[in-house]
């Protein structure tokens, strides 16, 4: 497969602080709120094949394989560094899950293999070329009947949302997000059954678990 490069966006535009703060992050974002429902969405079953598409430092991938030990979890980041945090993190979990350096939009996986793919603030970071590709990519992986989860910054559910959204409008490249176009994009992918599930409130702004589905 083409290795590409990929127009990633830094959390702050600042690689070295997005780890340094990433405890701060995780409160402000709510993580184990969203990771919790988005797990709950996902209702992965046993013996089924998931996906963990921009897995960090893999509390997202440790939790589904928590949640249904018999399911095979595999988590893929295209940042070598935090994978490293991530295998140490697996290992002190007894968590059994496969992590490998990847790029979203460039899976190395054969067609109709995962039965789902969760992806949880993520897209973001993404050009709207990069999550236009990396939407038809899991497309491509995931099974007839499998399932995309995801959890990402989404439109303004208020009037404080929506003065934070045209702060970070400013930081990050949240342009696409914050005008609703995330299903859009799942839809132009041939995703079937796009809906917004939940929207929760943080301190950056509204975050949409979103979820889709492969006809």
Known sequence: MNRAHVTYIPAFS??????NISPVIKWAL?????????????SVQKG??????GCGNATLTILIKKTQ???EVVGIDEDKNVLEIAEIKSRKQNARIALFDAKAFDI???????DRVFSSMLFHHLTTKDKIR????????????????VADFGMPQNALMSLIARIRRKVEGVEDNIQGLLPHIMYAADFKDIETTTELASMFGTIS???????
């Open 134 to 149: 990396a939407a038809e990519e899991v497309y491509r992986i995931l099974k007839p009947g499998g399932e995309l989860h």
């Open 30 to 42: 709510r993580e184990t709120a969203i990771d919790s429902r988005l797990v709950n969405q996902g």
């Open 69 to 71: 030990p018999d399911a």
């Open 108 to 114: 190395p996986c054969r067609d109709n293999y995962f």
């Open 48 to 53: 089924q094949r998931v996906l963990d598409l």
């Open 14 to 19: 600042a690689e070295r602080m997005r780890l």
């Open 209 to 215: 678990l979103l979820r889709a589905k492969k006809p």
